[in-house]
């Protein structure tokens, strides 16, 4: 069995990793105490920490590792190529997962995970423009063969749509003055670093309001990010879809970073839960009790003694439930 290699060698740290093993396992070792048989998808691979531990902990477990980012897939390759046939890597945004788990021979599955938002190997490649704190080109493109960056957004939109790209994906106050600012800015010379953006954002947003909050292009670069990427409507499909997938007794853990995220999460989640016995009622009918149970009270957050060795697990929520029934084959 391969010895589990130190993440920081990857330049990611997975977060609540002890906590994600801890929740999934029951699942994942029902028929077998060492995983036979159990599939688990990891629907953000990344670097693939989260999947090495599993498949460390677990020397029967399969698991079908999905990532858009082709350089996340060769680097997550390499690291897990110990393990053999017991991985498939497969690149396809996570809303691809029904065609991701029948190309790989499975119909059903026993756990998924979800670790939503940019992962830090992709903050750390200042290339790709994901981060405000070094200047890069305004890319932002999770997946390189994707058609629109950043750039295309500041240049091209209209000053509308602009504002409602950053006060819906990014929850900007200021969001109609930055649209503004961009686009008489671009009048004279179009956007193609993130350096002239954040110049930018200083000039645009008031001095009180930048004290306060993070860091003043947080927002924006949050809200350009997610509508490069699709990333909200590419969750609410993903969730109902991986959900449909568990077996009963199967188990979804999904950690957000942002409160779009963490939305889209609780809302899916509460529907999950809730009981479909029509209202007014008096009793549960057979049958249509819910199809699944919450695992955590609320969203858990990572302890400070996680949050001290690893700052970005600071906004962490998860939440995660289990399929009592409703149509999975145990």
Known sequence: MPNSTNPQDHGHVPVLLDRCVELLTPALTRRHADGTDAVLVDATLGAGGHTERFLTDFPGLQVIGLDRDPNALAIAGDRLAPFGDRIRLVRTRYDGITGAIADSGFRQIDGVLFDLGVSSMQLDQ?????????????????????????????????????????????????????????????????FSTTGELVELLYEAIPAPARRTGGHPAKRTFQALRVAVNGELDSLRAALPAAMAALRDGGRIVVMAYQSLEDRIVKQAFTAATASRTPPGLPIELPGHEPEFVALTRGAERARQSEIDSNPRSAPVRLRALEKVGGGGNS
């Open 126 to 190: 200042t290339e790709r423009g994901f981060s405000y704190a070094a200047d890069a080109p305004l890319d932002m493109r999770m997946d390189p063969d994707a058609l629109l960056t950043a750039a295309e957004i500041l240049n091209t939109y209209d000053a509308k749509s602009i504002a409602r790209i950053l006060r819906d994906f990014g929850e900007e106050r200021f969001a109609g003055r930055i649209a503004d600012k961009v686009v008489k800015r671009r009048a004279q010379q179009p």
